[in-house]
């Protein structure tokens, strides 16, 4: 695998390479960011990755500095993995100046995650247009587990006539359902027994409304306060309509996914599950 850290010796390194897919990370690599890099295998001849902890998208109070940067070791898992070559810039080599152009996305950037992580889907909308103008790939892989991620980018990809296939990889989880995640580092060995409840209760939600449940505002203040009753903090679970995250309208028949944002000790967890049937007939 090769290692770049210039935006111009990636420019010409993959000059000459097939279609490329392309997998954006932060570093801290686990099983799910992994199985990204195996999902781009069928995407494109050579597989990018990149590792950039990206301030643009942590607020002031988020947890830039100490985000785990394991620098060393992912590489091992990446060249393991089989990725073709792997852009990793200092911060002055990918902002030599103050970013002052940015992506601003609409009104979703300020809803769910955005509603407590203000600015937060602008510096990654504005950081993943920039990988792509330096990559240039034609597929770049995002995981399902910040489903609103890849719905934000999703669609800037379309209005912004980007030639580039956005895949949504799925998300991989610990034996006990808890979702793979940088931040479930933060946790203490209790915080990690009691943290796959998220999980639990959003599969509840789920069966709830397979079995016709309709009542979702009360699912979501049912979930929530069983979280907070065992020592979470719950900034939101969330029952929205897969195809632009909104509150479900009508019967609620339409494909559906309950989202949720927890902190748990020092640790905000988010995950989320999609519901193929959603009952109700
Ligand atoms: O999902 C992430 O790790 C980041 O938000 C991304 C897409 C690499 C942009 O910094």
Redesign the pocket.
């Known amino acids: 695998m090769q290692i770049v850290s210039s935006i111009a010796q990636v420019r010409a390194e993959l000059r000459r390479r097939g279609e490329i897919a392309f997998v ?3 570093g801290n690599l686990h099983a799910g960011h992994i199985a990204l890099m195996h999902t781009a295998r069928a995407y494109g001849e050579t597989v990018v990755a ?1 590792i ?1 902890v ?1 301030r643009l ?1 942590f607020g002031p109070n988020d947890d830039f500095d100490r985000y785990p940067r394991t620098f060393s070791a992912d590489c091992a898992q990446l060249a393991a993995a089989g990725v073709d070559l792997l852009f990793a810039p200092a911060e002055a080599e990918f902002y030599p100046e103050p970013q002052e152009y940015y992506v601003d996305p609409p009104e979703i950037q300020r809803q769910l995650e955005g509603a407590f992580r203000p600015g937060h889907f602008r510096g ?1 909308a504005t ?2 247009l920039k990988l792509f103008n330096i990559v240039q790939p034609q597929a770049a892989i ?2 399902k587990k ?1 489903y609103q ?1 890849l719905m934000v980018l999703r669609n800037m990809a379309r209005q912004m006539a980007l030639p580039i296939e956005i895949v949504g990889g799925e998300t991989v989880r610990a034996d006990d359902g808890l979702a793979l995640s940088s931040r479930n580092g933060y946790l203490t060995p209790a915080e990690r027994a009691e943290a796959p409840r998220l999980h639990r209760l959003l599969q509840e939600i789920g069966r709830a409304i397979c079995g016709g449940e309709r009542d979702f505002a009360g699912l979501e203040a049912a979930a929530s306060a069983e979280l907070n009753a065992h020592g979470w903090t719950t900034d939101y679970v969330a029952v929205r309509r897969q195809s632009d995250l909104q509150v479900p309208e009508g019967n609620g028949r339409e494909a559906l996914v309950v989202l949720a944002a927890s902190r748990l000790g020092s640790a905000r967890l988010i995950d989320n599950l999609e519901i193929t049937d959603s009952g109700g007939h």
């Open positions: 954006p990370t932060m990149s950039f990206n998208q990654v950081v993943v995002f995981g910040d991620q």
